[in-house]
């Protein structure tokens, strides 16, 4: 299972495998046409991606919508031959407050050289049945900040009209991905910062 993509964080959110930066999350056309696939895009603007960011008697949280996604399947009722690309637009990530936002895509996040947020999604395990869904691991590379690392993200998968509402959550460090940690007057931020996303994909044939 490949996801080009978040999350970042966010997600999250890495240089998507064929992804090209400034492009539309894409997957590589299929080997085998003689193969269907069922697929699902990201509903941009429905739902969000974010993190929640700790510092002394002052949290914040950061959001965006702006998720861009596209998932294959060969077997929807058994997540067989999953693929899977999202991308992430991290200059639009809002904390809510212009003059930490601005500090945040300059010298943090570095937008202008780094603009989006991409995840690989390489495999899934732990697949389990639930009454209304799925849970996995979704395992792959999340670029961020110029980074790519390897992750397991945890998902949850439940049906939405048209289509499946995928959620989730997971702990990452601004330091594995060479992100200066913030300090705002006198509040310096947490390294840890856990990204969430709760976003829906609606089936496109």
Not at 3 to 23: E, H, K
Not at 84 to 92: E, G, K, L, N
Not at 173 to 189: C, E, H, N, Q
Request: proline share 4%; aromatic share 6%.
């Amino acid at each position: 299972m490949r996801v080009c993509a978040f999350i970042c964080g966010s997600i999250v959110v890495a240089g998507l495998g064929l992804v090209i930066t400034g492009t539309a999350c894409e997957l590589p056309p299929l080997q085998d046409s003689a193969r269907p696939r069922t697929v699902y895009r990201v509903v941009e603007g429905k739902g969000f991606v974010g993190f929640d960011a700790k510092a002394f008697m002052h949290d914040f949280t950061g959001k965006t919508s702006t998720v861009q996604g596209v998932i294959r399947l060969a077997d929807q009722d058994q997540l067989t031959d999953p693929e899977a690309c999202v991308r992430i637009d991290a200059a639009s990530l809002d904390t809510g407050i212009s003059t930490r936002d601005n500090i945040m895509r300059a010298d943090h996040l570095e937008t202008a050289k780094d603009p989006t947020i991409d995840f690989l999604l390489k495999h899934i395990e732990g697949v389990t049945r639930q009454s209304d869904g799925w849970d996995f691991g979704a395992g792959g590379a999340l670029s961020l900040h110029g980074v790519t690392r390897e992750i397991l993200l945890p998902v949850r998968v439940r049906p939405a009209e048209g289509g499946v509402r995928l959620m989730g959550e997971i702990p990452l460090k601004m330091s594995d991905y060479r992100i200066a940690i913030p300090k705002f007057l006198f509040f310096t931020v947490e390294d840890q910062v856990v990204v969430r996303f709760d976003v829906t994909a609606t089936r496109s044939q």
